[in-house]
């Protein structure tokens, strides 16, 4: 492992000294050990598992290239092995590899077909979508906020209430003064940087009681009446304030035609395996019964008296195994 992990690392630093250029050649051997070899084809499907952003970075690394064409090596030795010892023509592993390929040749087969897919032109539908649901293309109105939090931590519930009246009414008789209170008798350690401010206060990362409270202000200065979260009790001054908006069809044409070309791929997508679940069933109803009893509580097949053992189920002796060199 050693020797391997040098020579891969000599490898790569030799490759990124020189520049050298990505093979195009799927089959050209990167590395062999123990009499196995993995070429890029191996690497490439390896990598193919990874989600396409991520793979110029995830190749982009000597340690985890290593490891990757370690761990390559390894499952080939070690297949290799299976296949001298004819693990491979035993019932139950070979039933595996056929499932394994059924997998593989299903997944292909559903990638080929959505590659396939052709997307129509959906500039008149996304018109349509538009003009019968405006009011999904609305930007809600925002609300800028200042807020003084006067917290329980230090302070009796009846406490904090008082103070958070006084300084309530304070804010009203001169909202000038409303920064000047934030700094002087504000809980919130935010202030240093904020200042108190709360930018789009009526989103749902606030409390329901403070978007509430934040909404209700219609002029810039206005000063809220005390209220209360799970943080305390709050004094609020209107700041900024946006009014909902209507977006245009040229604000949204471009998010929207991607949105309904990507449902008119996964309807038809949803259109294929609709049309291969609804062909015919057939199955023996007793046979489909017995699967509920077929196995036993440590999970094996369950053996009937005198019945041969179901194939995976059975013991029989090891074989002698085989030398191979270490």
Avoid: W
């Avoid at 206060?201 to 409270?213: E, G, I, L, N, V």
């Avoid at 943080?231 to 946006?242: P, S, T």
């Avoid at 209507?246 to 035609?257: C, K, P």
């Amino acid at each position: 492992m050693f020797l391997l992990r040098s020579c891969i690392a000599g490898a790569l630093l030799l490759t990124l000294a020189t520049g050298s250029a990505a093979s195009t050649d799927p089959d050209k051997v990167v590395v062999t050990r123990g009499g196995v070899s993995v070429t890029f084809r191996d690497v490439d499907n390896f990598v193919a598992r990874v989600p396409k952003e991520q793979r110029a970075n995830f190749i982009d690394s000597p340690s985890r290239i290593r490891d990757l064409l370690s761990n390559l090596l390894l499952t080939k030795q070690l297949a290799a092995q299976a296949r001298s010892e004819h693990l491979d023509q035993r019932p139950e592993i070979s039933a595996q590899l056929r499932a394994s390929e059924d997998e593989v040749l299903a997944r292909a087969r559903m990638a080929d077909y959505m590659v396939g897919i052709k997307v129509p032109d959906l500039s008149k539908l996304v018109a349509e979508q538009y003009a019968a649901h405006k009011d999904l293309y609305k930007v809600p109105a925002s609300f800028d906020v200042k807020h003084i939090l006067v917290g329980t931590d230090k302070r009796s519930d009846e406490e904090a209430k008082a103070l958070a009246d006084k300084l309530r009414a304070q804010a009203a008789a001169d909202p000038k003064k409303f920064d000047a209170l934030v700094d002087e008798f504000s809980d919130d350690p935010s202030k240093v940087e904020n200042h108190g401010l709360m930018t789009d206060a009526t989103d749902k990362k606030y409390a329901q009681d403070f978007r509430d409270a934040a909404s209700s202000l219609t002029r810039v200065g206005e000063i809220s009446p005390v209220i209360h979260t799970t943080y305390g009790y709050h004094v609020l001054q209107l700041v900024a304030k946006k009014p909902e908006r209507q977006q245009s069809l040229a604000e949204v044409r471009e998010a929207l035609t991607k949105s309904m070309q990507e449902q008119y791929v996964a309807d038809q997508r949803r259109e294929l395996i609709t049309q291969l679940t609804n062909e015919k069933v057939e199955a023996d109803p007793a046979t489909l019964d017995s699967l509920r009893d077929r196995y036993d509580e440590a999970g094996d097949v369950k053996v009937a008296d005198g019945a041969p053992a179901a194939p995976g189920n059975a013991n029989p002796a090891p074989p002698a195994p085989a030398k191979h060199p270490r």
